[in-house]
C-alpha cells in the first residue's frame, strides 16, 4: 500500500510494545453495536474476513459465535497477537499478514468482509481506499455482506483540534486539488499516529461505487437507525454494503 502515511502507520503497529498494550485491551471482545451488527446482517454468513484484525479483539468473539473466520493485517506482529490470543482462549481461525488493498484470496471466498474499530480510518488516500473496496468486492461471494466502521469527520466533540488542522491545510490541499485526502490526519501521541476521519457522504460514496448500500447509520442506534440530519452528526457512524448479483 503506497503512502506518504505507509511508513507511520507500520512504525506504529510493529512496535512491540504498543502491541502488548494492544493486546492486553483485546479481550474485551466485541462492542455492544459491533454485536448487534453482527447479529442483524450476518445472520446467514458464514465465511467472514476480518480486515485489519489488530490483536484478535474481534476474531476470538467472532470464532466463538460459530463464524469461519479468515483474518488479516498488515502488521507482522499484529498478526503475532491475534495468533497469540486465539491460542490462549482456544479459537481457530486462519491469520494472515496481508495488505487489504491487495488481497490474497479467490474471487468469491467469504460471505462477508467487517472493517471494524474504524479500520477505514486507518487506511491512508483515497487512492488506497479505493482498492481496498475493489478487493473486497471481488473476494465477497454475490450478496456478500460489507461492514465499515468509521470515526465521523462532522462530529464536533473531541475531534475539534482535528478541525483546527483541518482550517489550517485548507489552502494546501485546495492548491494541490487534494479534496478527498483533506480528512487525512497525523497527530502526536508518544509516537505519531495516522488517522483519517470520513464524513458519511464521504463513506457512502465510496462503498456504493461497487457495493448496494443497505444501512449508513449511527453506531448508537443499529437496532433503530436515526432519521434526518441527526444520524449525520454521531460520533461514530456504520456503512452497511451489499455485493449484489452479477
Known amino acids: 500500500m503506497k503512502s506518504r502515511f505507509a511508513a507511520i502507520i507500520q512504525a ?7 502491541a502488548k498494550e494492544y493486546y ?3 479481550k474485551s471482545g466485541l ?6 451488527l453482527v447479529e442483524k446482517y450476518l445472520k446467514n454468513c458464514k465465511d467472514v474476513l476480518v480486515v485489519g484484525c489488530g490483536c484478535g479483539r474481534e476474531t476470538v468473539p467472532l470464532v466463538l459465535k460459530g463464524f469461519n473466520i479468515t483474518a488479516i493485517d498488515i502488521s507482522k ?6 495468533k497469540r490470543l486465539c491460542r490462549e482462549l482456544k479459537a481457530k481461525a ?8 491487495n488481497l490474497n484470496f479467490k474471487d468469491n471466498s467469504f460471505d462477508a468482509a467487517l472493517l471494524f474499530n474504524c479500520l477505514i480510518d486507518q487506511v491512508p ?3 488506497n481506499r479505493k482498492k481496498v473496496c475493489n478487493e473486497l468486492w471481488r473476494v465477497l461471494k454475490p450478496n456478500g455482506v460489507c461492514i465499515a466502521i468509521s470515526n465521523n469527520a462532522l462530529y464536533p466533540g473531541k475531534r475539534l483540534c482535528y478541525w483546527l488542522e483541518h482550517i489550517k491545510e485548507i489552502p494546501s ?3 494541490h486539488w487534494r479534496r478527498r485526502d483533506f480528512f487525512d490526519r497525523v497527530y502526536e501521541d508518544g509516537t505519531k499516529v495516522y488517522v483519517h476521519l470520513s464524513t458519511p457522504f464521504y463513506l457512502k460514496r465510496l462503498f456504493k461505487k461497487r457495493f448496494s448500500i443497505l444501512a449508513l447509520t449511527s453506531t448508537e442506534n443499529i437496532s433503530c437507525p436515526r432519521k434526518g440530519i441527526t444520524r449525520y452528526l454521531a460520533p461514530i457512524i456504520a456503512v452497511v454494503s451489499l455485493k449484489e448479483e452479477a
Not at 506504529?12 to 510494545?17: A, I, K, M
Open 24 to 26: 492486553s485491551r483485546s
Open 31 to 36: 462492542k455492544p453495536y459491533e454485536t448487534d
Open 94 to 101: 486462519n491469520v494472515y499478514e496481508m495488505d487489504a488493498a
Open 12 to 18: 506504529r503497529y510493529s512496535d512491540e510494545q504498543f
Open 173 to 175: 490541499f485546495i492548491a
Open 125 to 127: 488516500s483515497h487512492e
Open 77 to 82: 506482529e499484529m498478526v503475532k497477537q491475534t
